[in-house]
C-alpha cells in the first residue's frame, strides 16, 4: 500500500519507479502482481485520437475603441467562433467550418480547414485572422474588428474539452452496398474493412477501468502540456456491460479536460478532415496511474487480449439508431490486421495512432522521472459503475 | 524480366501521337496503365508499369526520351509526408496493393512506394492528409 503523497516524495527524490502502461504487462508477467505493485510507482498512459467535443476558449484583450463581440459574430480564419460571453471571450470548437465551406454539397466534402486547424495553427505560434461585428452600446461603441491575433499576446487561451479519452469504442463496418463516410473514417460496402479508434492497452481509462485514480482534479498531459481532468465528459456512462476484469464491452466513461493553451505543443494538437464527415482535432492525451496497491497495477495490465469491444454496423444500425452489434473482438485481434465479421474475413484500419500514444506515454514518463510532473489526488471521483449515471438518448416531443 | 512503374509526361504535340504501341510492337514491352489523363494544359499524364526484358526495356525508355516523353519514377509523385503522419493505420485497409503496411512491433506504418499505383485512394482518406501526389 502507498499513498500520493509517499509516491510524490519519492518523485522529488528521483527515486520514482514508473513504467507505462505497456511496458507494465511484461514487468507484470515476469514479477506478478504482488512484487511489481510493490516496485511500480506510477504506471503512465497515452491516447492520440481525434477526439470532436474539443475546443478551446480565447480572451482577446480590449480594443480601443472597446467592441463587445457577445451577441455579435465572431470569426478566426474564417471559422466562426462562439461569442455569446461578455465583451471579448470567446469559444472556438474544433468541428466549426467556415461559412463558405462546399460542407458536403460535393460529396464526399474534403473538409480542409475548420476549427481543429485554427487551434493547431494558434499553438504553433503562427498569426490568425480575427473578424468580428457588434452592434454597438454606449459603452462598447466599436461595430467592427479586423486584426491579426497571436497566441503569445491575447489574455487566456485556453483548450476546454468536454468530451476526451472514451473508454473503448465500436469497431465500425458497413454492411450496407455502398461506400460510406463517416466520423470512423471510409468504410468500404459489404464488410470491405473494419475501423477502430482506441489504444487498448495504452488507453487511460482502460487501465482504470473503475475510476479508482483517475478523477475530477487528475493532472494530466494534455496536448504536450500539462492539464487537469475538470469533470466527467459528456455522454459518460459508466454503467455499460463489463467483463471480469472490469473492463467494459462497449463506449463507457469519458472525461472532460482543460490547460493552459500556451504551453500545449502542435505535434499533440493536429487538425484532422475526416472526408465526408467533418473537421476535427486530434488530440495528445497521458494519464498518470499511481500504483497504490495490488489491485491498482492488476487493472493497469490488462493486455489488448483482454480487451473486447463491440462491432458495429454504421451502414444501418449506427446512423438509424437500432441497437445490436456483430458480435465482439479483442484488441489484439484489431491489431494483428484483421478480424473474422460474419464469417469474412475483414481488413482492420486505426484511427488512434498506437505508435504516438507509446510516446506520450514515454514522455509522460520522462516528466515524472524528472521530477517534473507531480501526481494530484483527485478532489471528486468520476461517477462510477453504482452511481446510477447514465447516458440517454433523446426524449423528441412534438411542440405543438 | 524487369518490370518498373514510371510516370510518363507527354508534351502537347505528342498527346496524339500512338507512342505506347510502340513501345508494344518494337520493343515487345508488355503495359499494364494504371492512371491517364490530359492535364489542363493539354500534357499528357501516363502512369504505367512496364515489363520487359531488359534490353528491351532500356530501349523503350531510350525511344521515349528521343520523342520527348519525360519520365519518373512512380516513387517520386507520391510520397507521405512524414511530418504529417501520425502512423494512426485508417489508410491500411483502403490502399488496394498492400504499399501501406503497419509493422506489427513497432506499430508504424510504412509505405512501400514500389507498390503503389498511385490510385489516390489514401490521399482523401488520411486524416491529416498527410499523402501528397506532386505528378
Redesign the interface.
Known amino acids: 500500500m502507498k499513498t500520493i503523497k509517499e509516491i510524490n516524495e519519492k518523485i522529488k527524490k528521483g527515486q520514482v519507479v514508473v513504467v507505462t502502461a505497456q511496458e507494465v504487462i511484461g514487468l507484470v508477467e515476469k514479477k506478478g502482481f504482488k512484487k511489481a505493485a510493490q516496485e511500480v510507482d506510477v504506471v503512465t498512459t497515452g491516447t492520440f485520437g481525434p477526439m470532436c467535443s474539443s475546443g478551446a476558449y480565447f480572451n482577446i484583450g480590449h480594443s480601443k475603441p472597446r467592441i463587445k463581440l457577445g451577441g455579435g459574430t465572431c470569426k478566426l480564419n474564417d471559422v466562426p467562433a462562439y461569442c455569446g460571453f461578455a465583451a471579448v471571450d470567446i469559444y472556438l470548437g474544433v468541428t466549426a467550418i467556415p461559412d463558405d465551406d462546399p460542407h458536403n454539397k460535393v460529396f464526399p466534402g474534403e473538409f480542409k480547414y475548420g476549427g481543429g486547424h485554427v487551434i493547431q495553427e494558434l499553438v504553433a505560434g503562427r498569426d490568425v485572422r480575427l473578424e468580428a461585428t457588434a452592434y454597438g452600446t454606449d459603452c462598447y461603441p466599436r461595430k467592427k474588428l479586423q486584426t491579426l491575433i497571436n497566441i503569445k499576446d491575447i489574455n487566456e487561451a485556453v483548450l476546454f474539452n468536454i468530451r476526451n479519452c472514451y473508454q473503448n469504442y465500436n469497431v465500425a463496418v458497413n454492411l450496407s452496398d455502398k461506400i460510406i463516410y463517416t466520423y470512423m473514417g471510409v468504410l468500404k460496402p459489404n464488410l470491405g474493412n473494419a475501423n477502430y479508434c482506441s489504444a487498448g492497452q495504452l488507453s487511460p481509462l482502460l487501465k482504470d477501468p473503475y475510476y479508482k485514480t483517475i478523477g475530477i482534479g487528475t493532472k494530466i498531459f494534455l496536448g504536450g502540456g500539462i492539464g487537469y481532468v475538470a469533470w466527467q465528459g459528456t455522454q459518460h456512462n459508466p454503467s455499460v456491460p463489463r467483463k471480469n476484469n472490469g473492463v467494459p464491452q462497449a463506449p463507457a466513461g469519458t472525461i472532460a479536460v482543460i490547460g493552459d493553451l500556451k504551453q500545449m505543443k502542435p505535434d499533440w494538437l493536429l487538425g484532422t478532415s475526416m472526408l465526408g464527415y467533418g473537421v476535427t482535432l486530434t488530440v495528445g492525451i497521458g494519464v498518470p496511474i499511481p500504483i497504490l496497491d495490488e489491485e491498482i497495477i492488476k487493472y493497469a495490465a490488462i493486455r489488448d487480449e483482454e480487451i473486447y469491444t463491440q462491432i458495429v454496423d454504421y451502414g444501418q444500425n449506427y446512423p438509424q439508431m437500432i441497437s445490436g452489434n456483430l458480435g465482439e473482438v479483442n484488441y489484439a485481434q484489431l491489431k494483428s490486421g484483421k478480424i473474422s465479421v460474419q464469417g469474412k474475413e475483414v481488413p482492420t484500419g486505426n484511427l488512434s495512432s498506437y505508435s504516438k500514444a507509446r510516446e506520450i506515454a514515454e514522455e509522460l514518463k520522462s516528466w515524472i522521472k524528472k521530477g517534473e510532473f507531480l501526481l494530484t489526488e483527485p478532489v471528486a471521483p468520476l461517477p462510477g459503475v453504482e452511481s446510477g449515471y447514465t447516458f440517454k438518448p433523446l426524449k423528441e416531443r412534438p411542440i405543438a | 524480366m524487369i518490370s518498373k512503374r514510371i510516370v510518363l509526361h507527354f508534351p502537347h504535340r505528342l498527346v496524339d501521337q500512338p507512342i505506347v504501341y510502340k513501345l508494344v510492337k518494337n520493343y515487345e514491352l508488355q503495359f499494364n496503365i494504371l492512371k491517364a489523363y490530359v492535364t489542363p494544359q493539354e500534357e499528357g499524364l501516363m502512369v504505367l508499369e512496364l515489363t520487359g526484358e531488359k534490353e528491351n526495356f532500356d530501349k523503350g525508355i531510350e525511344y521515349l526520351q528521343s520523342c520527348g516523353v519525360r519520365i519518373q519514377p512512380l516513387s517520386q509523385d507520391v510520397i507521405r509526408n512524414e511530418a504529417k503522419c ?9 490502399c488496394p496493393t498492400g504499399a501501406l503496411v ?1 509493422d ?1 512491433h ?3 506504418v510504412y509505405f512501400y512506394d514500389n507498390k503503389c499505383i498511385a490510385c489516390e485512394l489514401c490521399v ?2 488520411c ?3 498527410a499523402m501528397e501526389v506532386h505528378f
Open positions: 501520425t502512423d494512426c493505420g485508417v489508410c491500411v485497409p483502403i503497419v506489427q513497432s506499430r508504424k482523401k482518406v486524416p491529416t492528409r
